[in-house]
T-cell receptor
Framework: GENVEQHPSTLSVQEGDSAVIKCTYS??????FPWYKQELGKGPQLIID?????GEKKDQRIAVTLNKTAKHFSLHITETQPEDSAVYFC???????????FGSGTRLQVQP | DSGVTQTPKHLITATGQRVTLRCSPR?????VYWYQQSLDQGLQFLIQ???????AKGNILERFSAQQFPDLHSELNLSSLELGDSALYFC????????????????FGPGTRLLVL
């Protein structure tokens, strides 16, 4: 089945700086890669996703890039704000089980 | 607010007991997924239902079972509970099959926090 690795596990940045979180996946047949933000006491919230027919996608301060050859994808957050502080999860669609396999999460802290 | 609802929000019970968690998907969504989130295992897929039928199975214990009813709400039953079953349980739903660009998109509910004492 699919295996997703996520780095770093914790990330601290100053307000206004950029943050980058990286993930690698193992199943070359995976074709859908969402990113979720989870705040304390809440469920994961979908913030952006990308499909394998696209190399990059942007939504305001958030962008995701995908390198299918290297089997890795990254989340980029620019102009970070304190409200961006949360745990971020990457995921890949396990085409065999048709279910999401999640990375282990990155705790992002934005210092004001 | 994703539109997915889960009840109860919190549940405290004892080892050996049985509990039922309930999920209502977003309006119009046919698929329901159950996930378990624990500190040591992260977010793990348990099981998926599509329009009342089991579609995919993940790391779900034999003590756990689920079903999806004609009104599309789903229930996750956890029996013979052990201390290690303490976790957050999330339900997610996704749009109906046929819209290929969206079928994989999963929207999560707020979760049920289960504590087994």
């Amino acid at each position: 089945g699919e295996n997703v690795e996520q780095h770093p596990s914790t990330l601290s940045v100053q307000e206004g700086d950029s943050a980058v979180i990286k993930c690698t996946y193992s199943d070359s047949a995976s074709n859908y890669f969402p990113w979720y933000k989870q705040e304390l006491g809440k469920g994961p919230q979908l913030i952006i996703d990308i499909r394998s027919n696209v190399g990059e996608k942007k939504d305001q301060r958030i962008a995701v890039t995908l390198n299918k050859t290297a089997k890795h994808f990254s989340l980029h957050i620019t102009e970070t704000q304190p409200e961006d502080s949360a745990v971020y999860f990457c995921a890949a669609l396990d085409t065999g089980r048709r279910a999401l396999t999640f990375g282990s999460g990155t705790r992002l802290q934005v210092q004001p | 607010d994703s539109g997915v609802t889960q009840t109860p929000k919190h549940l405290i019970t004892a080892t050996g007991q049985r509990v039922t968690l309930r999920c209502s998907p977003r309006s119009g969504d046919l698929s329901v997924y159950w996930y378990q989130q624990s500190l040591d295992q992260g977010l793990q897929f348990l099981i998926q239902y599509y329009n009342g039928e089991e579609r995919a199975k993940g790391n779900i214990l034999e003590r756990f079972s689920a079903q999806q009813f004609p009104d599309l709400h789903s229930e996750l039953n956890l029996s013979s509970l052990e201390l290690g079953d303490s976790a957050l349980y999330f339900c997610a739903s996704s749009p109906r099959k046929g819209d290929r660009d969206r079928e994989e998109t999963q929207y999560f509910g707020p979760g049920t926090r289960l504590l087994v004492l």
